[in-house]
């Protein structure tokens, strides 16, 4: 089955203990995304890739780091995560990285919660 | 730059009422148009899309979305909602220019009542 797998779907940690959340898809796509999803404000980009190796900051990506090593797995680090960073967490990919006409396939998200 | 403008946050409706949720959106260039819906506890699944071409675009679960170019608008409705129609929908924008980058809105909570 065509899917994006993120791991954990529940997460509760303190206040900068470094953390890692796994996505990894399994269609072939080249370009794969982080999205944080806050009440009221709809879901927001944090990074972005658009192929092996290549990354790129999305609209709010203070605090967070990714990594593109190989093409199915894109991990989302918080180094030293903050409460503010409390959060729904959604990865997405797609097929053709430059082509905004086709369509994204989410994750089932990653709640996040920092005290 | 491209933006997205969902009017009203929170819609509820009664079973067998028509859904009408509303989205316009901001485009330097010819858009392309997404309607997300969110099922509590899941990810965002795609409802349907407007890319080039006819301008009333149906989607599933009886879903269909109108492109109106003058009015810079996509709203979204249902001739009859249903209980299990109850969820977030999102509606985002992308262009051939933004590099595929997807903007979203933020979202209106649709509730049906029995």
């Known amino acids: 089955e065509a899917q994006v797998t993120q791991n954990p779907r529940y997460l509760i940690t303190v206040t900068g203990k470094k953390l890692t959340v796994t996505c990894s898809q399994n269609?072939?796509?080249?370009?794969m995304s982080w999205y944080r999803q806050d009440p009221g404000l709809g879901l927001r980009q944090i990074y972005y890739?658009?192929?092996?190796?290549?990354?790129d900051k999305g609209d709010v990506p203070e605090g967070y780091k990714v990594s593109r090593k190989e093409k199915r797995n894109f991990p989302l680090i918080l180094e030293s995560p903050s409460p503010n960073q409390t959060s729904l967490y959604f990865c997405?990919?797609?097929?053709?990285?430059?082509?905004?006409?086709?369509?994204?396939?989410f994750g089932n998200g990653t709640r996040l919660t920092v005290t | 730059a491209q933006s997205v403008t969902q009017l009203g946050s929170h819609v509820s409706v009664s079973e067998g009422a028509l859904v009408l949720l509303r989205c316009n959106y901001s485009?330097?260039?010819?858009?392309?148009l997404f309607w997300y819906v969110q099922y509590p506890n899941q990810g965002l699944q795609l409802l349907l899309k407007?890319?080039?071409?006819?301008?009333l675009v149906k989607g599933i679960n009886g879903f269909e979305a109108e492109f109106k170019k003058s009015e810079t608008s996509f709203h979204l409705t249902k001739p009859s909602a249903h209980m299990s129609d109850a969820a977030e929908y999102f509606c985002?924008?992308?262009?051939?220019?933004?590099?595929?980058?997807?903007?979203f809105g933020r979202g209106t909570q649709l509730t049906v009542w029995p």
């Open positions: 485009s330097s260039v010819p858009p392309y």
């Open positions: 890739s658009m192929n092996v190796e290549v990354t």
């Open positions: 407007y890319t080039t071409g006819a301008t």
């Open positions: 997405a990919s797609r097929t053709q990285p430059g082509q905004g006409n086709s369509p994204l396939h």
């Open positions: 985002a924008v992308s262009g051939s220019s933004t590099l595929g980058r997807l903007y």
């Open positions: 269609m072939n796509h080249e370009y």
